[in-house]
């Protein structure tokens, strides 16, 4: 009696164990899809303010000047804008690593610097529409989930009507 | 810890004799109890990672929500790019969504409003509305944006 007992508890013990074990390796599944969760969200919420601080600065700039100009690197692709106007700083925004620079420069002193951090992997992509009146655009692509190409990218563009100011005032 | 409590009890039981069967009992009941623990642990799991899936969802639908504000922010940066007397309901019907958006946001709905405004000025309010499907399957509540556009002051002061 006393054995049977004690291979019942030692089944038991393997069932208790087997299931405890289940229940620890879905918890642990479950911590690191939180601490991935946690640490997505904020990159979310750092990346969208970083987006609307953007968006409302490079909108203003572009309203504000008389001209805008693609920035090229050495192998013609697109590396950044550039703003002009006659009684102002140039303008210029440009990526460096993961964030989009803004930079004042009066000739060619630096009169002003701000920069705008993107989580790590973001994409850029600079555009300028010419025409009556010319769009300035920075696309920004960044990736959402790794290793999934469920949703691969989440881009947004932001436009900007350049020398609106102007053009509404009817200055040359 | 279940080690103790699987081997421990009985041993005192060994010696009384009505003991045996309120031993064993006693010996089972503790292996149920710990089954009933870890399901109970299990589910809490379980509902931990339905939230964690909200989470997820909560998020996707932020980024729509940035997505559609971006969206009709640049519509109506090219309704403010027009010229003043070519802005009617015509010329923004024309306007179309950008291929992220209508990627991203499923069934897109576009309403874009002008009409005059009264006043000293001769004004137009535009009215920019974008909403699309969510997740119970109906078009939610839009993102709108509102302008206020005056006329060209070149004609007035």
Same mark, same amino acid.
């Given at each position: 009696m006393t054995g049977n007992r004690r291979g019942t508890t030692q089944i038991e013990m393997l069932v208790i164990i087997s299931v405890c074990s289940v229940v620890m390796g879905a918890s642990g599944v479950l911590l690191h899809g939180m601490y991935r969760a946690g640490k997505e969200s904020r990159l979310a919420i750092e990346a969208g303010a970083a987006v609307a601080r953007l968006s409302l600065q490079f909108r203003r700039d572009a309203h504000a000047a008389a001209e805008a100009e693609l920035l090229k690197e050495?192998?013609?692709? !697109? !590396?950044g804008l550039m703003f002009r106007g006659s009684f102002q700083p140039t303008i210029e925004y440009r990526q460096q690593g993961r964030a989009i620079v803004r930079t004042a420069k009066q000739g060619d002193k630096v009169v002003h610097l701000d920069s705008f951090g993107l989580p790590a992997g973001t994409e850029f992509s600079w555009t300028l529409d010419v025409g009556q009146p010319s769009v300035a655009a920075i696309r920004i692509a960044r990736p &959402? $989930? $790794?290793? &999934?190409?469920?949703?691969a990218m989440f881009s947004q563009r932001i436009e900007a009507v350049v020398s609106i100011v102007r053009q509404t005032r009817g200055e040359p | 810890m279940t080690d103790s409590s699987g081997f421990g009890r009985p041993a005192p039981s060994r010696?009384?004799?009505?003991a045996p069967s309120r031993a064993r009992r006693c010996a089972a009941f503790t292996v149920t109890e710990c089954l009933v623990a870890l399901v109970l642990l299990g589910a809490a799991v379980a509902l931990m990672a339905q939230l964690l899936a909200t989470a997820g969802v909560q998020r996707r639908v932020a980024d729509q929500h940035a997505l559609a504000l971006q969206e009709t922010s640049n519509l109506m940066e090219r309704l403010f790019a027009v010229p003043y007397s070519e802005l009617t309901a015509e010329r923004a019907a024309e306007l179309r969504l950008s291929e992220s958006a209508r990627q991203r946001l499923p069934e897109p709905q576009l309403e874009i409003t002008i009409k005059p405004v009264a006043g000293e000025t001769a004004a137009k309010e535009i009215r920019i509305s974008l909403r699309w499907l969510d997740r119970s399957g109906r078009h939610g509540a839009p993102v709108a944006l509102t302008a206020w556009r005056h006329e060209d002051r070149r004609n007035g002061s």
């Amino acid at each position: 009696m006393t054995g049977n007992r004690r291979g019942t508890t030692q089944i038991e013990m393997l069932v208790i164990i087997s299931v405890c074990s289940v229940v620890m390796g879905a918890s642990g599944v479950l911590l690191h899809g939180m601490y991935r969760a946690g640490k997505e969200s904020r990159l979310a919420i750092e990346a969208g303010a970083a987006v609307a601080r953007l968006s409302l600065q490079f909108r203003r700039d572009a309203h504000a000047a008389a001209e805008a100009e693609l920035l090229k690197e050495a192998n013609d692709k !697109a !590396a950044g804008l550039m703003f002009r106007g006659s009684f102002q700083p140039t303008i210029e925004y440009r990526q460096q690593g993961r964030a989009i620079v803004r930079t004042a420069k009066q000739g060619d002193k630096v009169v002003h610097l701000d920069s705008f951090g993107l989580p790590a992997g973001t994409e850029f992509s600079w555009t300028l529409d010419v025409g009556q009146p010319s769009v300035a655009a920075i696309r920004i692509a960044r990736p &959402t $989930r $790794r290793g &999934t190409n469920l949703d691969a990218m989440f881009s947004q563009r932001i436009e900007a009507v350049v020398s609106i100011v102007r053009q509404t005032r009817g200055e040359p | 810890m279940t080690d103790s409590s699987g081997f421990g009890r009985p041993a005192p039981s060994r010696g009384g004799r009505p003991a045996p069967s309120r031993a064993r009992r006693c010996a089972a009941f503790t292996v149920t109890e710990c089954l009933v623990a870890l399901v109970l642990l299990g589910a809490a799991v379980a509902l931990m990672a339905q939230l964690l899936a909200t989470a997820g969802v909560q998020r996707r639908v932020a980024d729509q929500h940035a997505l559609a504000l971006q969206e009709t922010s640049n519509l109506m940066e090219r309704l403010f790019a027009v010229p003043y007397s070519e802005l009617t309901a015509e010329r923004a019907a024309e306007l179309r969504l950008s291929e992220s958006a209508r990627q991203r946001l499923p069934e897109p709905q576009l309403e874009i409003t002008i009409k005059p405004v009264a006043g000293e000025t001769a004004a137009k309010e535009i009215r920019i509305s974008l909403r699309w499907l969510d997740r119970s399957g109906r078009h939610g509540a839009p993102v709108a944006l509102t302008a206020w556009r005056h006329e060209d002051r070149r004609n007035g002061s």
